[in-house]
Every structure is written in C-alpha cells, then in structure tokens.
C-alpha cells in the first residue's frame, strides 16, 4: 500500500487566496483526520469523518475551513479566504482495517502540506 | 476527559546510549491503546510502537520498549543503542477503546530528543 497521499506537498499562496489541500487515505480505512501543526499551537485535530461523515468537527478554527469526504478514497480540507495565520504544516491521517481485523486503532499520517501564506 | 502529559520538553543522549522518555496519562477507562510516534526533521509521523491496554506484556519493536504500568498510568518509552536517526520530536499518544466508537487519537506536547555523536 502507498499509505496516505496527500497533495500539495508545498504551498505557497497570497493572503485572501483559496487554499485546497487534498488527502487520499489507505485503501480500506474508514476513519480520517485532518490536523494541522504549528510552533505555537503544536498538533491539533481539525476535523475527523467515519465512513465518510464529519464525527467531530469542533477543532475546525472558523467558517473560513471546510472539508469534505466525498467517497472513501478522498478529502479535501479548504480554506478561503486564506490568511498567514493559517501558515502550518497539515497532516491527513488515516485508521481503520476493512475486515476489522488487527490495529484498526492505530492512525497513519500522510507526509504533510506545509502552508504558506504571504 | 484523557489527557497525556510529556513532562521533559528536552532530550539530549549519547549515541549508542540508553534514554527513556517519559509520558503519563489520565483516563477512567480500563480499556484503551497507547501510542508512541517519532517526527524527524523531515515532519513526517510515524508510528513507533503501540500498546494494548488489556496486555500485560510490555510492547517491544526492535531497540525500542515501552514500560507499561497501568496502576501509576505510566507508559515510557525506552530507546537502546541510540542511534543519530532516533533525533526527532516523540509523542505519545492515548485512544479510547475498542468498545468506544470515538476515533480520536489525544497526543501529548512532544518531547524533542537530541543523540549527541
């Protein structure tokens, strides 16, 4: 399995800019979890959806974020209008096991966005 | 609610040495999964080792371990034969249950950990 993909790597953008991030879980995960990672803050889940529904969204910093899950192979995590303080490394991670078995508790992180706003 | 705590922000050890980390944790359940994550320079996140709170048996994945002690809600993680790629910020982190439907990871602060060569 290629694990978690997510796209861009980097990305550099001017404040008030639309900002899409997107996150390609492992094949056969039903749970995924948007993150993002600054100095100040250090990790904080934004958003989590099971079997492609948002479960807890109360980290979500304000109406400027929304994500969606479409189907299972696919989110998207978007920010407009963007600002520098979302300036941050985002992590998409993914857990759950299709037939139930073994460590279906255990998340596994794609490699990151880092985000920059000017 | 759970909290994990990481109290040593810092770690310096020598290379080929022995350093434990430390990691307590807060909950009212018997039941649940504890977690070490390592984040090198490179940001990416990856899972160290893993402990199922119903085992007894200490979990171990090659130099690293873990000491469990569930009464104190201790879970350190021991690194042997620190080597210059262990540098990187730790984390450990606490999950509900099987029997809890919440997916939700809680991670602690992190502890950076420097290997002196």
């Known amino acids: 399995d290629a694990g978690v993909i997510q796209s861009p790597r980097h990305e550099v953008t001017e404040m008030g800019q639309e900002v899409t991030l997107r996150c390609k879980p492992i094949s056969g995960h039903n749970s995924l979890f948007w993150y993002r990672q600054t100095m100040m803050r250090g990790l904080e889940l934004l958003i989590y959806f099971n079997n492609n529904v948002p479960i807890d969204d109360s980290g979500m910093p304000e109406d400027r974020f929304s994500a969606k899950m479409p189907n299972a192979s696919f989110s998207t995590l978007k920010i407009q209008p963007s600002e520098p303080r979302d300036s941050a490394v985002y992590f998409c991670?993914?857990?759950?096991?299709?037939?139930?078995?073994?460590?279906?508790?255990?998340?596994?992180f794609g490699p990151g966005t880092r985000l920059l706003v000017l | 609610a759970q909290t994990v705590t990481q109290s040593q922000p810092e770690m310096s050890v020598q290379e080929a040495e022995t350093v434990t980390l430390s990691c307590t944790y807060d909950?009212?359940?018997?039941?649940?999964?504890l977690f070490w994550y390592k984040q090198p320079p490179s940001r990416q996140m990856i899972l160290v080792i893993r402990q199922e709170a119903y085992k007894q048996q200490n979990a171990t994945e090659n130099r690293f371990s873990v000491n469990f002690q569930k009464a104190a809600k201790s879970f350190s993680l021991k690194i042997s034969d620190s080597q210059l790629g262990d540098a990187a910020m730790y984390f450990c982190?606490?999950?509900?249950?099987?029997?809890?439907?919440?997916?939700?990871?809680?991670f602690g602060k992190g502890t950076r950990l420097h290997i002196l060569p």
């Open positions: 909950t009212s359940e018997s039941d649940y999964y």
């Open positions: 991670a993914s857990s759950g096991t299709p037939l139930g078995g073994r460590d279906r508790e255990t998340q596994y």
């Open positions: 982190a606490y999950r509900r249950g099987p029997m809890n439907r919440d997916d939700k990871i809680i």
